[in-house]
């Protein structure tokens, strides 16, 4: 038997044969092996309650019982796995089920396009798109703004370690301070006299792409000011507003879209992470009619439409969002959330909370402090991770349907793990 | 009951909300239920052979028993669904399987880096592996390559309809004539020359990327003496050697992957479609160890390493390729195809061979004929597709498992297809 | 003789065989025949005083005596006309007045690298200096920002009419506000900000390339307190300063640099209009030591190092820069030029002075009503452009040795011509 | 006196202040007084003959007699020496000139664009023309290709050391191989078929460009047979036609126009160096009606349009161009070219005669034994210069107005300089 051989598994093998650009099994080391509802298992028999939720890929949880049966009979039938593009009875089920109940009560028209399932593929298709029904090809992306690593997304995306992974210059991107960046700052106002000047020096726009809530980029949330204000930019500039809701959607911030009460309907939608409800690969862009401008095959690609994703999405739509109890299920969530964090806060001098609805967190002022508290409370049973230009938000992406009892749970390890680590960096300072 | 509803399926949500991109369906439009094999089941019924395999992704065809079996038991026994990139027993469970059974015996010391679940995605990852490890933006790819159509991935891309849909231009990549492209020319040697001529104008590369057999740009089989020429000139000029494998590999050409008879061991490989076995979306690149160049997450996305996915990739690595009878199998079948196919060749003045291994196809000349004849063959239950810039080769994908009496039977609609086909040609130009 | 022959001239020949591209001559269609000092003469006879002076490259007016008999000695001698960057006498005459004039006495230890004879190679030149000293390629250019239309310059240049002359996206530069340009904003603090922040998603610059007056984009000055933040900026961030000083430099502001009174000492400048002294084409790149990077012809071109222009050149700087009286002299027309714009904005409500010494103009509000004062008053007999991005700024760029008497005679038909056309529209508006 | 005093000139300026970027005067050392004819004189006295000829921008040798008192006359009378682009009897008289002389013989209804007066700004001028005419972006430019340093032109320069002098990457460009570049390969017909497949992976482009010899990339020159295939691969394909003849054109091949004897017009010409006559800096596009579409100062710059060169463009074209007697003679010294460079290619084992008209030179085999030879012949009173990718050309690019007597004295130098060499050679390897 392998030296690394544990419990059956050989994990040797990760070192000696997976590639170094792994990243959450470096903080998080445990072997997993099975996940229900917001509790995974270690092959050790240990419990994690998960507060990252595969960064907001689970927003229903691990393995929910509907889901779980629905694909399961559909396997066993010998239901597509693989179909192309190609009609299936499982893709009209979705489609009927996120007509009926997603677009059509919030008075969208838009067509769905399935793209390659990453988020990535969908911001591609999203720039795409923009680029070919204007005829421009800037795009207006702002600070802190995470869209994906592929080259076309890439430029979009402010992180700096992650472009220098390009390896070369990225383009078609202009980047502007995004709400509240830079103090005084207006990013709106900024960007409308730069476009409305013949000399400001940035190319006119085939779109304006952002998010509601930066997710990656640190927890900043935009006004609904703000947002209705860009979609004016947008609109007077003949440019598409993108709202890339790959993080933000599917309820994380209380709603199914995060911009549902800002009052704007964005020409362009992406959607990846939870649409599938079980974690599935599954990444879609929600285009009005009158931009569905790309050809049979023009972005093209072999997994477009995850046909078990298909399976599980719309179970995960009727369940969850064919009636109202939901959200109100999730407001009250949020003021959990909200008053835990904020007991948190309080503990770090100058700390402050950030984000919206259940995509909230806490910027405790240094990425090393951030760090710290998540390594402890992973060692007492917590998964959660850090978020930031320098990691420096604790980062709280639970499952939505995270029962009360488990939240307050996951929070008092949290709280716990900050108290003990902010002991010892006292004694240390002392 | 909607108008368009068939069999309780509402078909005409496609029309209504799917973007205008969905391309197969088109000239497919049944709706599919159900596959086991290389059989498809439409819900009305009516059966067809399958000549396209999910374009390669399911080369060991649907619901395969064993995989089968082994996803049903993971997902009841809640196995993870979606892991990010944490460890898992399933993760390890396929990595251990590939190194041993495919890794190993070839020699290779590849890690294994899984990128988004596209292989556009795994081609991103190898064009930014290649850059960052060489310090050089210039990548050298072919007429008639096709690698996806994300930004990165479309400007190696050679199709112009595919190109034209970025709405802007691409950047970083060197077009080369491929094996056999243009009468006299040898492409190895004018980009040798090119290379070594400081006034060549063509900017020393980080890789040269190609596929030994062009999947989408019309089955160009490369022959074993020109990649072993490219793999030299790469050396000789410091650039790595990406071979992009996603269709040509899991077997397609009779071997694991496209190139091993070749003497070639590249730098690089992308391997996407069937790496699941199952049809699942999963990609990765094989990348030695000296250009295993990315930091942690440097190249990151949510859904890399589909755990479900992991889970039918082991069953298929160890059910088909721990020993070498698939590969014999694989040659007996091939010879057939091969047979079959110059059967249909001869019946097209003109018309000829394409392709190597199981990846064979006829060009008869016009994207028109070609049309009819795929669609005449569908009508008679066999799906098939057409490949090549003018959509002029019937292309041959069928599952590598499909049985010698289904192959009988799927070329003889093939051929009794392109008889009517021709036949009406005749009598409409008499 | 043709119909269109006027005084022995063919003047159809425009019209029939000069490009569209063609712009000064359509708002002031005379023909020119002789000029001295600050005075055009007409093939008419008719006389203009020149408030235009070559856009700033005729600083010491029209065939300067000294320079003239300088250069008529050298052509009469056989003097060289054309030496590529072969070692001359002039040139070596020039660069010694050079050196101990300009450079020695303001502490500048530059070398000068003589490039193509145009302002916008020598941006070009000092672009590609930047890029490859630091290994770096962005350039963070401002808005309004003019520094020429080839199309390395032209990324940089900030006006959307001389940027969609390209015809394709330009690329390597990052906009941001000017001094003063959006309210409230601190461009050069918000600069800080994104290149600080490692997610701000600006990709780390080369260089900081700026204007100290805008010449072309409306005379709008920057205070020393900008210019010393952006130089700041750029230390703290490893990219080199570049100060554009082919307008505002040779004295236009008051002294022989721009910037000198500001504390900065640029690592790039560029030099080209005025440089020769005499109009002739010349243009050149001042360069810290440790930035002169490039190899022999790295940056070649046939008329660098323009011969006749060395001569006159020579002359230029010893007549008016070896003493500091020329300065005072400047001074003095400089508040001049400030008396009688503020009697000129009097006249228009809201209009407001711009610029700084002798690089002064009005924003009258409107394109329309500066364009209609700078025609009337050429009709009057004074040659008088616009400038800005909606060419609202009647801009004065008189010679600086334009005597007193004549700068008056000058204003006074400006302000008559304003108050003409201030009446006509109030009469047509009644 | 400084130590570098040099009969009253400072020598060692260069030295301390000229950038490392200067060249020429790197293998030709001596500080030049004067010049005249096919002359030039060192401030020592020392006199050397001129087979370099500014790069061919000297085509009508030093100060010729009649340009020379044209041009004093002009100064005298306070012509002007700066006149942006207005009107001037100047401009009006070199039009003149140039549409009797030139344009209306050959049948060319071309209007003349003045751009910036460097090679470099007519060839940006050119393919931005181009781009902004089709509407496309991609430009077709060959091995060995030299257009300049800029980075429009400079993505289109085959030459590796100036394309890294950029410093980052140059875009909108695919290179072809020249005619005769690789064995077996016909760059036209590899293009025309490339271009003419969907999946060829070239962009449509927007012009192909070419010179008819490559005077940088060492003297290839192209047939009659190639250059109008590669027009009727332009004309196909709704690509412009862009002939560079900044090098060649103006008398260098025998005609005034290098293409003159091809039967192909082009769409759009470049021309620069000898435009002017006198070596004075001028460039002009010239640009057929229908392409004719930059608006005013779309393209602009300060000193377009030379108003000194302009004086002498006229008298070149006038006293040159108005008879064929020019053409006759020209006809004589390429012969006279062609007999003494055989003579100092049967020096050379496996040397060969390269180039066309009276643009000619020697591949040596090596840029080594090229610079010895060069460098012995300056040694001994000839200026002469190499060219090619590896300087392995000894170039002869005479003014085409040297005497007979001189070119032969000029040979002798050069054939003296050669034996020498290569016996020092011989006793060196012995």
């Known amino acids: 038997m392998p030296k690394d051989m544990t419990n059956g598994t050989d994990i040797g093998i990760f070192e000696r044969r997976e590639s170094a650009a792994r990243s959450y099994c470096r903080g998080i080391p445990a072997v997993f092996t099975a996940a229900r509802g917001s509790i995974l298992t270690a092959q050790d028999g240990s419990e994690y309650i998960d507060f990252l939720a595969g960064c907001s890929s689970l927003n229903y949880g691990h393995n929910d019982a509907d889901m779980k049966a629905a694909l399961v009979e559909h396997i066993t039938a010998d239901g597509l796995a693989h179909g192309l593009d190609l009609h299936t009875d499982t893709k009209a089920g979705f489609l009927s089920a996120f007509e009926r109940h997603i677009l059509v009560p919030r008075g969208m028209d838009h067509r769905v396009m399935f793209t390659g399932p990453t988020g990535a593929n969908a911001v591609e298709a999203a720039m795409k798109i923009a680029r070919k029904s204007t005829g421009r090809t800037n795009i207006v992306a702002f600070t802190n703004g995470f869209h994906g690593v592929t080259m076309g997304a890439l430029a979009a995306t402010g992180n700096g370690y992650h472009r220098g992974g390009a390896g070369m210059d990225k383009q078609g991107v202009t980047r502007m301070p995004y709400d509240g960046y830079a103090d005084g700052v207006d990013g709106a106002a900024l960007l409308d006299q730069m476009l409305s000047d013949a000399s400001g020096g940035i190319d006119a726009p085939a779109a304006i792409m952002l998010e509601t809530v930066q997710g990656e980029g640190g927890l900043n949330a935009a006004s609904g000011g703000f947002v209705r204000k860009i979609a004016g930019v947008a609109r007077k500039h003949g440019a598409l507003l993108i709202i890339d809701d790959i993080q933000a959607g599917c309820g994380r911030t209380g709603t199914f879209f995060s911009f549902e009460e800002m009052g704007v309907t964005p020409d362009i939608v992406t959607m990846a992470k939870s649409i599938s409800g079980f974690g599935l690969p599954l990444a879609l862009v929600l285009v009005r009619p009158e931009h569905d401008v790309f ?49 948190l806060a309080a503990l770090v001098p100058g700390a402050f909370l950030k984000g919206r609805g259940l995509m909230r967190g806490v910027d405790v002022g240094s990425g090393d402090l951030a760090g710290k508290i998540c390594a402890r409370a992973y060692e007492k049973g917590l998964v959660i991770e850090t978020s930031g230009s320098e990691d420096q938000v604790v980062k709280v992406l639970a499952p939505l349907t995270t029962p009360v009892e488990t939240f307050e749970k996951g929070f008092d390890i949290l709280l716990d793990a900050a108290r003990e680590i902010l002991d010892m960096t006292r004694i240390a300072a002392e």
């Open 295 to 343: 050809g049979p095959a023009e972005h093209n690609g072999t997994f477009r439409g995850n046909t078990h994703a298909f399976v599980t999405a719309r179970v995960a739509i009727e369940k969850f969002w064919a009636a109202k109890s939901f959200e109100t299920e999730l407001a009250g969530k949020a003021a959990l959330i909200e008053k835990r964090l904020t007991e």
